[in-house]
Antibody, heavy 120, light 111 residues
């Protein structure tokens, strides 16, 4: 059974660095990708970036300078780090994965999301 | 970056009514591999998004067949044939041909 679960601090101060963890089960990180998507309160979805089974990464060009995604395959965890946080980074942060069965099922599985508030 | 424009932003429907949502892309979503990676997701209130349709018209496993998708290149439509109460929420189109972007969403509410 595929599961993803986000964890991290609920509150981050402006200018600080956000660190989130996505702990997965039911699949291997070495053969599947995991991506991060965020959603400001009451607003739409924004793809942030992802890490592929081979360890390569892709980032949203608007966030690339502040964002880093990594993983620990032995712990089945994917990490997001984003620096220089501002109040407009307040959002629910989701991790998600797709799967391939001859065709791509993009973002077929989602975690429950974790709310991060940027405030002093 | 690819921009997806969804209309209408809000849709009011009665139970049993059929409705459609449009999604237009600023670029063709036909990939070099021949597939078109336009997907539809539903986010019910307080929940994570759920994949409904992938590659324009394919129903994800477990999704009722009252949902259907159509379109090509830059113009796409999601149709719900007979809205049920559990269909209420925000619908997003999403493209995966040129990185990943989402439309702004269409909120389906009860009339």
């Amino acid at each position: 059974q595929v599961q993803l679960k986000e964890s991290g601090p609920g509150l981050v101060q402006p200018s600080q660095t956000l660190s989130l963890t996505c702990t997965v089960s039911g699949f291997s990180l070495t053969s599947n990708s995991v991506h991060w998507v965020r959603q400001p309160p009451g607003k739409g979805l924004e793809w942030m970036g992802g890490i592929w089974g081979d360890g390569s990464t892709d980032y949203n060009s608007a966030l690339k300078s502040r964002l880093s995604i990594s993983r620990d395959t032995s712990k089945s965890q994917v990490f997001l780090k984003m620096n220089s946080l501002q109040t407009d980074d307040t959002a629910i942060y989701f991790c998600t994965r797709h799967y391939y069965d001859g065709t791509w099922h993009w973002f077929a599985y989602w975690g429950q999301g974790t709310l991060v508030t940027v405030s002093s | 970056d690819v921009v997806l424009t969804q209309t209408p932003p809000t849709l009011s429907a009665t139970i049993g009514q059929s409705v459609s949502i449009s999604c237009r892309s600023s670029q063709s979503l036909l990939d070099s591999d021949g597939d078109t990676y336009l997907n539809w997701l539903l986010q019910r209130p307080g929940q994570s998004p759920q994949l409904l349709i992938y590659s324009v018209s394919n129903l994800e496993s477990g999704v009722p067949n009252r949902f259907s998708g159509s379109g090509s290149e830059t113009d796409f439509t999601l149709k719900i044939s007979g809205v049920e109460a559990e269909d209420l929420g925000v619908y997003y189109c999403m493209q995966a041909t040129h990185a990943y972007t989402f439309g702004a969403g269409t909120k389906l509410e009860l009339k």
